[in-house]
């Protein structure tokens, strides 16, 4: 049934909404007659199929069709409901369509609560369609929809509220013009959630939310907060190129794929943590203006960068801009591959940003492309350590653990001198975060700094022990003991004073220098060879350990 149309009756736009001044009589139809014709079973089994189909109309009240079961298929197309239209626990069988139709009143001088379409509990057996249609406030809260509910392109000027909405098939909201809050919570969709290209005026809060595929959220505008806590979603989310404007808040997220924020993304904070990302999160290309919190939760990889190709086999890649006060926080993280270079952790203005690694851990340090440096482990180790003493600035904590783990890694993948380099710096952190007031605690630091390399370096000793022994060389040249005439014999003599347990010739017990000066030299020698020689043993043990 057509009211209107571009080839006959009244000649005026289909949408009453749309015309000035008073609307044709041929135009409204009165609620009570759809009601009849959908309900009334004389009048569904007149139907030569089973659909309504109702376009150009203006209904003259309210389109009330709560607690009935319809069974044909029912489209309003191109109508006008001034007065709203309530669905309350309504069961349809087959689709329900409101295709590019309008509910309440045209004048924006009532308010956005007045009326609008209300279903909460609303059954319908196949698709429901609500695109291209312009709508005040949506309640559709605890509706069941078996098959997929399509409102792209639509306008919404009120609220959204789609509470425990059941969805069998396909969520599509893409390319809406503009929603005001909406509210998902607990909601179930079947296969996937798009909202690509849709503005988003208001909240969007789908905490809870259950989705069969992914959800699509770019090119996206958010003016304010979006919250996905506690979603759960089988397939991947992809934010690209969107524009959040207030917080990003996914705690205890699970995502069965990819979690994509990379690609021009425009982000504030950002609340990721105790989330569960079965492929990889991507960063690369987006601003971060906040903080960035992806604490306590696990992810295949992590890839901070993108590897793009220019031309002729060249490539630049994409670090994430952050701003100048952004803090990220990987506290108690795990991943298998971390995609990074130490540009990655730069903000937009050069500095480090602020980074939490403690309990952070990965197994790999990975490259996308072969031969292109393009990892953390490209990098040196003076540039390894200075990474991780410039994501720490302003923190004087003392904090092994990304010490330790950064020197597995390199370990376990064969670059054995940057995990010492590593491992070392590890020890200089510890000395340089806890300053100790006792005298002798500082000693042993410093000794075993410099004596053997905190026992990175245990080949520092025999460095100290080739000096000693040239010293007492030297020394022994003083000494008036013929049995010491001989250099070859001077040279032997001083090694065995280094080298404690060690004698080469008895006689050596019972030499007379004839200067205390370098008999006290000698016996000076022979204590700091013990010395020497406990921490090479400490630091082979350490080591082997």
């Given amino acids: 049934m057509a009211l209107a149309g571009p080839d006959g009756f009244d000649k ?13 009589k041929h135009r409204v139809l009165s609620p009570e007659f759809l009601r009849l014709i959908l309900t009334r079973a004389h009048w569904v089994e007149a139907l030569a199929k089973p659909q309504v189909l109702i376009q150009c109309a203006k209904l003259g ?21 001034p007065r709203g239209a309530t669905f309350t626990r309504a069961n349809f069988d087959r ?5 590019g139709s309008s509910f309440g009143p045209s004048s ?12 909460q509990g609303l059954s319908v057996g196949g698709d429901l369609y609500l695109g291209g249609a312009s709508f005040r406030d949506v309640d559709i809260n605890s509706a069941k929809v078996g098959g997929s509910l399509n409102a792209s392109g639509s306008t919404f000027e009120g609220l959204f509220r ?15 013009l503009s929603f005001q809050d909406v509210d998902l919570s607990g909601a179930h969709v079947g296969n996937s959630v798009i909202a690509n290209g849709s503005n988003f005026e208001g909240s969007l809060r789908a905490d809870n939310l259950s989705v069969g595929g992914g959800i699509g959220l770019s090119g996206v505008v958010a003016s304010k907060d979006v919250s996905l806590h506690g979603a759960q979603v089988g397939g991947q989310v992809d934010a690209m190129g969107s524009t959040f404007e207030g917080s990003f808040i996914a705690e205890g997220l699970s995502v069965g794929r990819d979690l994509f924020l990379r690609g021009g993304s425009s982000f504030q904070r950002v609340n990721i943590s105790r989330a569960s990302i079965s492929g990889a999160l991507l960063l690369a290309g987006s601003k ?36 100048v006060n952004a803090r990220l926080n990987l506290r108690n993280t795990a991943v298998v591959v971390l995609q990074s270079r130490t540009s990655s952790w730069r903000n937009k203005e050069g500095g480090w940003i602020s980074a939490d690694l403690s309990g952070f851990t ?56 940057k995990a010492k380099a590593i491992r070392y710096a590890k020890f200089r952190h510890r000395d340089l975060s806890q300053d100790s007031e006792f005298f002798m605690v500082a ?33 022994a040249l003083f000494s008036s003991a013929e049995l010491l005439r001989p250099l070859h014999l001077k040279f032997w003599y001083s090694l065995e004073t280094a080298l404690p347990l060690v004698e080469f010739s008895e006689k050596h017990k019972a030499i007379d220098h004839g200067s205390w000066l370098v008999e006290s030299w000698f016996h000076f020698q022979k204590l700091i060879g013990f010395g020497l020689a406990t921490f090479l043993v400490g630091a082979l043990t350490l080591l082997a350990s």
């Fill in 61 to 81: 009240g309210p389109l009330e069709l709560d607690n009935v079961k319809v069974s044909p298929s029912f489209a309003l197309i191109q109508s006008h409901m």
């Fill in 362 to 417: 990965y197994d790999r340090l990975a490259g996308l492309l072969g031969g292109v440096a393009n990892t953390l482990s490209d990098e040196t180790a003076a540039g390894l350590v200075n990474w991780l003493v410039g994501i720490r600035l302003g923190d004087d904590r003392y904090d092994p653990q990304p010490y330790e783990q950064l020197a597995d890694v390199l370990g376990e993948n064969g670059q054995v001198s």
């Fill in 12 to 24: 005026l736009p289909c949408n009453p909404a749309e015309i000035e001044g008073e609307v044709p």
């Fill in 108 to 119: 924006s001088s009532f308010t956005a609560f007045q009326y609008g379409f209300s279903a």
């Fill in 288 to 323: 971060f203006d906040g903080d960035f919190d992806f604490s306590a939760s696990s992810a295949n990889e992590i890839v901070l960068f993108q590897p793009n190709m220019v031309s002729e086999g060249r490539y630049h890649t994409d670090d994430p801009i952050w701003s």
């Fill in 95 to 99: 689709d329900l369509s409101f295709i």
């Fill in 162 to 176: 789609a509470v425990r909405l059941s969805v069998g098939g396909t969520l599509d909201l893409t390319e809406v």
């Fill in 443 to 475: 000693l042993a630091r410093a000794s075993s700094r410099w004596v053997v390399g905190y026992g990175v370096y245990p080949f520092f000793a025999v460095y100290w022990y080739f000096t000693l022994v040239v010293i007492g060389f030297m020394i």
